[in-house]
């Protein structure tokens, strides 16, 4: 038979039975091969790009030997040292922005409190409570204390109409800050706050009756402190609450390790020692008896209630409170301290409570210099001062003159010349305390110190122009990538900024599909790039825009603030795949999979992949081994969890124990059992030097498995450009590092699916004997079985490929070989018949065949009605016509998809190919041409 009228006959049949095979539900996703699945950003340094770069300052030192001076004249082009006084400034405490009240503290001697020209002598803690507009009231107490209880809030009891109006101002604070909207911070326990405390019993399982008591105090207390209750021992499972208590414990001076969430032998040491040193059992074990431990740890205090006298009421503000110690020489854990909570920060200077314009405001008074020992340390790390032999001072010098001339080139406020934020320059004061009986946690650092003493004074001014002479406001940021973005200082090619320190001279991070259309539901998906701004004053890639459709632009530093990039200096770039499919695909690894599989790690590969396959599953544990025998931690056990009738496995394990050829042939001897058509493996990176036996073993296994394909992640991550992708394990991946292996996977498994599972032409076996056409029966002839994967019953095999072929399920070549492409087509077969789905044919799928093929009529239809003249384009409403061009482009070899009457991308690509093949103009819509040319 001609194919033309073997196409026809083809056309005929599927117009009787398509939607049986291929129901409604089924949604038909278009695409092309140069459709975005996704973007993949490739940006430099981390923040603004102006200026000095941290990180370069670093590198300039240790790398190339600069002077800080010379670090300031290559990044300050245009100015000139200066030497200025080291006058006070004043520093807005942002924390205490709005707040009602505030405790001060001195762990040194009594406290001074001025106001309305008085100095008044106080205890060692002053509580400040505003009253009504510049309006205050004072107490205080003779002791170093926050509070008034064992916890670190009031443990009541206290419901409505309570009179106890200081602790219920604490409370009401507490709920305020975590959103539970109690209403006016006023002392006045009314039904708003009634609400706001049963909303908060809610959320932490106690009984909503709006009564405020020790146990939510207690719980209370542990969202302050950021710690839990959970019971918590080595090999834990629960991560996030581990690292809340490896941070806890750091906090604390314990030495719990890295906060990595893995409860080992460090954690479980810094327990212990945190036991000891709070007098309970030392069982390495973490429980509620623990927590309460810690609270009581850290608060300092018994349960009896501190005694705090009334001073002074109706005082006008502003207040200034301060401590009888040398502002410069004086300890930092005995500065004055402000209260957050039970824990103590230590300012230098003074504090004043005041009424402003726009809320109460805190304020620390303090001289320039005393102001950068709390600031360098918080920019950059004091021990950079070690580094290259004491070289990477010059680096903490250069930030010293930075920030100095920054801050007193500012004015931000009426009542404050900065603030304390990375909004201006980060301030962490001089030290702080988990309680006021702790010990001093310095923030302050002796390189620091040292850097700051060397260059007091020093600032960089304007050397020209209008400005001429004035300080020059000194931007900096973390790091500006390869080249710094220019603006009021000179762009510079930035070599230092590259020091192998920096982690963020080059990054990555993927923005998904979802992620785009969730923030500008009218880009064009498909068409997203970064172009040159043309009125952008800075240079390089820091002067690019983003293009979101043909007629909208948003600014580089709006795309950076809608997805949490690190720099607006960034490019875009479209992740495209060559194949896509609709098969069951299902992933299996350990800790480098949790990282590709997780969005806040900056992994995409479940977002991207499920673009390739048809409901992608992904199951990813930390400290995962393949294993030799299954159970519910292990590969092995993971494996054997994976349902019949996947089409494709992609195993990335090996790291957790290596990988030997009896763990990959045992892993690979479930999924046969299971029928799993193809696997694909992603081998080892050998930075660590530990994997190269595992990956020579993987190697070997794939000529023993024919359905097992390697993906060379080694060789593919093993070039000096990818040295930021790893962390310093060399397994383990940054943000950069999941991005960019989450793009490299998903490219891997397309051509995973262009080589194991590629659509044969409808010649495909033209060149081979053992082959034949799929000629289109009226009758379905096929046997009962059952017949399985690599049958030697060539003929029962040939007669179900036939069957698979005519109903468009893509068998492969029909060649009596009953292998993964055959075995992939029944899957399809079996899912979209609502068919169990067993990895070989039985008499069900027979039955189901001869179903089909009882329904099949005789006689096909005119030329006339053959083909439908449309016009048909994405969106069209005429399924029935859309499903007729469908059946015809999946048998013509043009892929639209499933065939399921819905006119979408996919179908449209298909038809492009189709008027391609023909000549005819490549508009994706079906008209009259294109039915003569079918025709």
Not at 15 to 35: K, L, N, Q, R, T
Not at 288 to 293: G, M
Not at 831 to 848: E, F, V
Request: with cysteine; glycine share 10%.
């Amino acid at each position: 038979m001609p194919f033309k009228d073997r196409l026809k006959r083809f056309i005929a049949v599927f117009a009787v039975f398509a939607v049986f095979i291929f129901p409604d539900s089924v949604s038909a996703e278009v695409w092309h091969s140069d459709d975005a699945i996704g973007y993949i950003v490739h940006g430099t340094g981390y923040g603004h790009g102006r200026g000095m770069s941290q990180y370069g300052a670093y590198g300039w030192a240790v790398d190339y030997g600069w002077t800080w001076e010379e670090i300031l004249d290559f990044y300050y082009g245009g100015t000139v040292f200066a030497d200025v006084e080291n006058s006070d400034i004043r520093v807005r405490l942002t924390a205490w922005d709005n707040t009602e009240d505030v405790t001060l503290v001195s762990t040194s001697g009594p406290l001074t409190v001025t106001f309305a020209g008085e100095n008044v002598l106080v205890g060692n803690s002053v509580q400040l409570i505003r009253t009504g507009t510049n309006q205050f009231t004072m107490q205080s107490s003779p002791n170093s204390t926050c509070g008034d209880s064992s916890f670190l809030l009031p443990s009541g009891p206290f419901s409505q109409n309570s009179a106890r109006q200081i602790e219920v101002k604490s409370v009401q604070s507490f709920l305020a800050n975590r959103g539970f909207q109690p209403g006016p911070v006023d002392g006045i326990f009314g039904p708003m706050t009634a609400g706001a405390v049963a909303r908060f019993q809610a959320s932490v399982g106690l009984p909503d009756n709006g009564t405020w008591s020790s146990e939510e105090a207690f719980k209370g207390s542990l969202q302050m402190l950021d710690i839990t209750d959970a019971s918590l021992q080595t090999g834990s499972t629960l991560n996030v609450e581990v690292r809340k208590l490896q941070r806890f414990l750091n906090d604390q001076g314990f030495n719990a390790g890295p906060v990595d969430g893995i409860f080992g032998s460090m954690t479980r040491g810094a327990l212990v020692r945190f036991q000891v040193a709070a007098e309970i059992p030392t069982t390495g074990v973490w429980g509620r008896d623990d927590a309460a431990a810690a609270i009581s740890y850290t608060s300092g205090e018994d349960a009896q209630a501190v005694a705090w006298g009334d001073v002074r009421t109706g005082i006008s503000g502003p207040i200034v409170v301060s401590v009888d110690q040398d502002e410069s020489a004086g300890d930092a854990g005995d500065a004055l301290a402000v209260c957050s909570g039970q824990q103590l920060i230590h300012y230098r200077g003074t504090i004043e409570f005041l009424q402003s314009n726009a809320g109460s405001r805190l304020v620390n008074e303090v001289s320039v210099d005393n102001y950068l020992r709390g600031v360098v340390p918080k920019e950059v790390s004091a021990s950079w001062g070690d580094a290259g032999g004491g070289a990477g001072m010059n680096a903490l010098m250069a930030q010293s003159v930075a920030a100095r001339s920054y801050v007193l080139a500012e004015s931000r406020y009426s009542y404050a010349d900065t603030c304390d934020t990375q909004s201006c320059q980060v301030y962490g004061g001089a030290a702080k305390r988990s309680s006021s009986s702790a010990p001093a946690i310095l923030v302050e650092r002796p390189q620091t110190d040292s850097a700051i003493s060397q260059t007091s004074g020093k600032v960089r001014t304007w050397s020209t122009g209008a400005n001429a002479g004035q300080i020059a406001s000194t931007e900096y940021s973390s790091s500006n990538g390869p080249n710094t973005a220019g603006g009021a200082f000179p762009s510079v090619e930035d070599l230092g900024d590259a020091t192998s320190r920096n982690p963020n001279h080059t990054w990555s991070r993927v923005i998904t599909l979802e992620e785009i259309s969730a923030k500008y539901p009218s880009a064009d998906l498909d068409g997203i790039s970064t172009e040159e701004n043309p009125v952008s004053a800075y240079e390089g890639i820091y002067a690019n825009r983003v293009r979101l459709n043909s007629n909208l632009y948003v600014s580089a530093l709006a795309f950076r603030a809608a997805f949490g990039l690190l720099s607006p200096g960034f490019v875009l770039e479209k992740i495209t795949v060559a194949n896509r499919s609709d098969l069951k695909m299902a992933q299996v690894g350990d800790s480098v999979g949790v990282g590709a599989t997780s969005r806040g790690l900056g992994g995409a590969f479940d977002a991207l992949s499920s673009q390739l396959f048809l409901d992608p599953s992904f199951d990813n544990l930390t400290s995962r081994a393949v294993g030799l025998s299954p159970n519910e931690k292990n590969g092995l056990g993971a494996l054997e969890a994976i349902p019949e009738g996947t089409d494709l496995v992609v195993i990335e394990l090996g790291y957790n124990g290596g990988l030997t050829a009896r763990s990959i042939d045992a892993a690979m001897n479930i999924l046969e059992a299971k029928g799993a058509p193809a696997v694909a493996w992603v081998n080892l990176s050998t930075r660590s030097g530990s994997y190269a036996q595992s990956n020579t073993n993987l190697s070997e296994a794939s000529a023993r498995w024919s359905n097992l394909t390697i993906l060379d992640w080694s060789n593919a991550s093993s070039g000096a450009s990818s040295d930021r992708w790893f962390a310093s394990d060399g397994v383990h991946l940054t943000k950069t590092g999941n991005a960019e292996f989450s793009r490299w996977l998903v490219s891997q498994l397309s051509d995973v699916l262009g080589e194991v599972f590629k659509d044969p032409d409808i010649d495909d076996c033209s060149t081979s004997s053992q082959c034949e056409d799929p000629v289109l029966n009226t009758t379905v002839d096929v046997p009962d079985g059952p017949i399985g994967f690599k049958s030697n019953d060539t003929d029962a095999v040939r007669k179900i490929q036939r069957f698979l072929a005519e109903y468009n399920f893509r068998p492969g070549p029909i060649d009596g070989d009953f292998g993964r492409m055959t075995l992939s087509a029944l899957n399809r077969f079996q899912r979209q018949s609502s068919l169990a789905i067993t990895n070989q044919w039985g008499p069900t799928d027979a039955l189901k065949a001869r179903e089909l093929g009882s329904v099949v009529t005789e006689t096909p239809p005119s030329n006339s009605t053959m083909f439908p003249s449309g016009p048909l384009s994405v969106g069209s409403a005429d399924s029935v016509s859309t499903r007729s061009v469908q059946r015809y482009l999946s048998y013509a070899g043009h892929n639209p998809g499933p065939v399921d009457g819905i006119y979408g991308r996919m179908t449209a690509g298909a038809v492009s190919r189709f008027q391609a093949s023909k000549g005819l103009t490549q508009s994706g819509v079906w008209g009259s041409a294109e039915q003569s040319a079918a025709n």
